[in-house]
């Protein structure tokens, strides 16, 4: 059974990257979207951390629930986006034994989910430009789980970064066409705090 402390501790190590980054993510926010992805974030770890991992059954559970407290405590399109990625991840990982294998089926379950909510491709300006990118590297590499994260990792950095002379496509973004190039996209720079925290939290 995968280690449900290990699934905590990631929790909190994105809840500590969010509080540390909220500035930025709603300065990029402010240029191209709502302005409150930031505090958005920080008010949905914040309900993350509330929950008492311990008594959750496995850390597929505990997964679900941190998505349903995602949901419920965030504002605009994130809540139910990150919510979605973090219940679909729990549904498909269950009670499985974590490695590499197992972490990055249920990842994937997840990011189809995230897709399937947002209803937006690759390409789109969105977090899903470093969600793709990031599956699909930590999938081919060969080693362990903590390298397949340090892969995944820095094809998401790739990913955020290739968003900023994109067109957004979808969300509040795309009503600006062309003045959105230039801004990398909020959720894609959200996301890549959560695949770091991954990295921090699985690296053992």
Do not use: C
């Given at each position: 059974?995968?280690?449900?402390?290990?699934?905590?501790?990631?929790?909190?190590?994105?809840?500590?990257?969010?509080?540390?980054?909220?500035?930025?993510?709603?300065?990029?926010?402010?240029?191209?979207?709502?302005?409150?992805?930031?505090?958005?974030?920080v008010?949905?770890?914040?309900?993350?951390?509330?929950?008492?991992?311990?008594?959750?059954?496995?850390?597929?559970?505990?997964?679900k629930?941190?998505?349903?407290?995602?949901?419920?405590?965030?504002?605009?399109?994130?809540?139910?986006?990150?919510?979605?990625?973090?219940?679909?991840?729990?549904?498909?990982?269950?009670?499985?034994?974590?490695?590499?294998?197992?972490?990055?089926?249920?990842?994937?379950?997840?990011?189809e989910?995230?897709?399937?909510?947002?209803?937006?491709?690759?390409?789109?300006?969105?977090?899903?430009?470093?969600?793709?990118?990031?599956?699909?590297?930590?999938?081919?590499?060969?080693?362990?789980?903590?390298?397949?994260?340090?892969?995944?990792?820095?094809?998401?950095?790739?990913?955020a970064?290739?968003?900023?002379?994109?067109?957004?496509r979808?969300?509040?973004?795309?009503?600006?066409?062309?003045?959105?190039?230039?801004?990398?996209?909020?959720?894609?720079?959200s996301?890549?705090?959560?695949?770091?925290?991954?990295?921090?939290?699985?690296?053992?």
């Amino acid at each position: 059974m995968a280690d449900l402390s290990q699934f905590s501790a990631w929790m909190a190590a994105f809840k500590e990257k969010i509080d540390a980054n909220a500035a930025e993510l709603t300065d990029l926010d402010r240029q191209i979207g709502d302005a409150d992805h930031g505090s958005n974030m920080v008010r949905g770890v914040a309900a993350v951390a509330e929950l008492d991992a311990d008594s959750m059954a496995d850390a597929g559970a505990y997964l679900k629930k941190a998505g349903m407290a995602l949901v419920s405590k965030v504002g605009g399109a994130s809540g139910p986006l990150y919510g979605t990625l973090l219940m679909k991840m729990g549904g498909a990982l269950g009670d499985s034994e974590l490695t590499k294998d197992s972490f990055f089926a249920a990842l994937r379950a997840g990011v189809e989910g995230l897709q399937a909510r947002g209803k937006a491709e690759v390409g789109d300006k969105t977090m899903l430009d470093v969600w793709f990118p990031a599956l699909e590297a930590g999938e081919a590499s060969d080693g362990p789980l903590s390298t397949a994260l340090a892969a995944a990792l820095e094809a998401a950095e790739k990913g955020a970064e290739d968003t900023i002379p994109m067109i957004a496509r979808k969300g509040r973004a795309s009503y600006l066409g062309e003045r959105s190039r230039g801004v990398k996209d909020p959720g894609s720079a959200s996301s890549v705090l959560l695949i770091e925290a991954a990295a921090e939290a699985f690296a053992h």
